[in-house]
């Protein structure tokens, strides 16, 4: 079957150079040459998250990451930031695992604002706050910044970041945030198959993980870093894709260049967003719109499930809106190794589809 081009908020487009770092011969785990390679990953990750913290490799998607961000790193009552369908997941998570947690939650095209976070931390009941950066389900990019410059000034709470559809396609300056823990999967900006997932933790997350009684074995952050220490990891992990992320790393840092590739993002951005006011509307408020994906609402009625059928006609997919919002919107990834031609050339198709002009 001929493969079709993902504009899919994940999994993303992964170039042929990366599909053929994954045959690599396999390492054992335990050898030198694989601490050598988790060593690398380290280092360049460090430089992309502009971080002196620990990175951790997961052997599983995200929500392996945001379920041991909570398990670990929450004491005494969480705040969850909810606008849209994985903040909701993240609240669900801290709840199903009896953690103490309440809900911050606004209507899914609306911003999680500064003032809000602060209105509740005012409180003083809480020592931890979720906040997913980049929301996949309606294309919403919260102000990370500001809300990040809030939870500073509560010396005991941690800030604890979602970054899925945002690293590695905008910057993240983790440090200079105070972010303690900021994860992501591969299979979206990085442009590489799913199954892994990163993450920078803090020292002050590693401190509080000794005082948070053990949930979890998979998840824990005391045996992780254990390991973490030898330049291992305390499971099995997914060899193949880490000898692509060390790749795909080397191909951001050194090649493309960070900030070329956070403009490149920004570019196709542009173009996606400037179409869809053209031919139908966005969703999320205005100010807050994803620079790696975006949620259209479909004013015209369209079938998008149909859109999709002759897009694949053309051996190309984009996704529909997720959850309670499917055929109400529509939503076009701009993220990973795609480029402006790339994106001119779909919305091209779609407008030749539907006959716009």
């Known amino acids: 079957m001929r493969h079709h081009k993902l504009f899919t908020p994940g999994p993303t487009e992964v170039r042929e150079e990366m599909l053929q770092v994954l045959s690599t011969p396999q390492i054992h785990h335990r050898s030198k040459e694989f601490s050598q390679l988790y060593d690398s990953i380290q280092e360049k990750m460090k430089k992309l998250l502009y971080t002196e913290n620990t990175i951790f490799v997961f052997a599983s998607s995200s929500t392996g990451a945001m379920e041991s961000a909570v398990i670990n790193g929450v004491k005494k009552k969480c705040l969850n930031c909810v606008n849209g369908a994985f903040s909701k997941r993240w609240h669900q998570i801290t709840q199903m695992n009896g ?20 209105e509740k931390l005012d409180t003083g009941e809480y020592d931890a706050v979720t906040l997913v950066f980049n929301e996949t389900s309606v294309g919403l990019m919260n102000p990370l910044k500001e809300i990040a410059n809030v939870v500073r000034r509560y010396d005991d709470v941690f800030l604890f970041v979602d970054a899925v559809s945002a690293m590695g396609g905008v910057k993240i300056e983790v440090d200079k945030l105070g972010i303690d823990m900021c994860l992501a999967g591969l299979q979206k900006c990085f442009g590489l198959p799913s199954g892994p997932a990163v993450a920078s933790v803090s020292e002050r997350l590693l401190e509080r993980a000794k005082e948070v009684p053990s949930r979890s074995y998979y998840f824990n952050f005391n045996i992780m870093y254990k390991y973490h220490q030898r330049s291992q990891t305390p499971v099995t992990p997914p060899i193949p894709q880490l000898f692509a992320l060390d790749a795909q790393l080397d191909y951001i840092i050194n090649e493309e260049g960070m900030e070329k590739r956070f403009a490149r993002h920004e570019k196709m951005a542009k173009v996606v967003q400037e179409w869809a006011r053209k031919y139908f509307d966005i969703y999320p408020e205005k100010g807050y719109e994803s620079k790696t994906l975006t949620c259209i609402k479909n004013t015209r009625n369209i079938s998008v499930k149909e859109l999709n059928e002759e897009l694949m006609k053309y051996h190309m997919r984009i996704s529909n ?20 031609q790339d994106i001119k050339g779909l919305l091209a198709v779609i407008n030749d589809i539907l006959q716009l002009e």
């Open 321 to 340: 809106g997720y959850g309670p919002l499917k055929e109400q919107t529509f939503r076009i990834a701009h993220m990973g190794d795609l480029n402006v």
């Open 99 to 118: 953690i103490e947690c309440d809900a911050l939650e606004v209507e899914w095209n609306k911003a999680i604002k500064p003032e809000m976070v602060k």
